[in-house]
């Protein structure tokens, strides 16, 4: 097993203890559990930031084009847009959904597919276009999931106000 897998396992691990405690905060609200939770996402942003870097480092280039990385990329704007919400808006139950949709990612990506090299990198025509491309498109993916969880926040709470006044 190489370093990178290694690290992508331990960013596993670390990502299912942040998720098990901003379930134990929106149980319950617990501020000590909110900031750990926030602490290990923190630690799992660190990881996945290593694993891209071993990954640059024996590969030569940045790794993209393989479906494991879009995945791993889509998985990593997760992290990074749940850390500025955390930040920024204070919602724990977004933060936890979007959190299950970037661990779900990154459990499946691991069980799927494999980090591998491929040839498209030499093609050098439209190499930058194509860089372009897939990372615009990834941060199109990041940006629907969150919409998508804002909406569903929304259609749970316009039902349950619904109920209430009639």
Request: aromatic share 16%.
């Amino acid at each position: 097993m190489t370093l990178a897998e290694q690290v992508y396992e331990a960013l596993i691990y670390m990502y299912a203890l942040s998720l098990l405690f901003y379930f134990s905060d929106c149980i319950r609200r617990n501020a000590g559990a909110k900031r750990t939770g926030t602490g290990f996402l923190v630690v799992v942003w660190g990881l996945q930031v290593t694993h891209v870097i071993l990954r640059m480092w024996t590969e030569g280039h940045f790794p993209i084009y393989t479906t494991f990385d879009f995945l791993f990329i889509f998985s990593f704007s997760i992290v990074l847009m749940s850390l500025v919400m955390t930040r920024i808006q204070r919602s724990e139950f977004v933060i936890l959904l979007l959190n299950v949709v970037g661990f779900s990612v990154t459990v499946l990506n691991r069980l799927w597919f494999t980090a591998g090299e491929i040839s498209l990198h030499n093609w050098q025509t439209v190499h930058g276009l194509l860089i372009m491309h897939i990372t615009l498109a990834n941060l199109g993916f990041a940006a629907l999931t969150v919409a998508t969880v804002f909406a569903l926040l929304y259609l749970f709470l316009h039902r349950k106000l619904k109920k209430k006044v009639e």
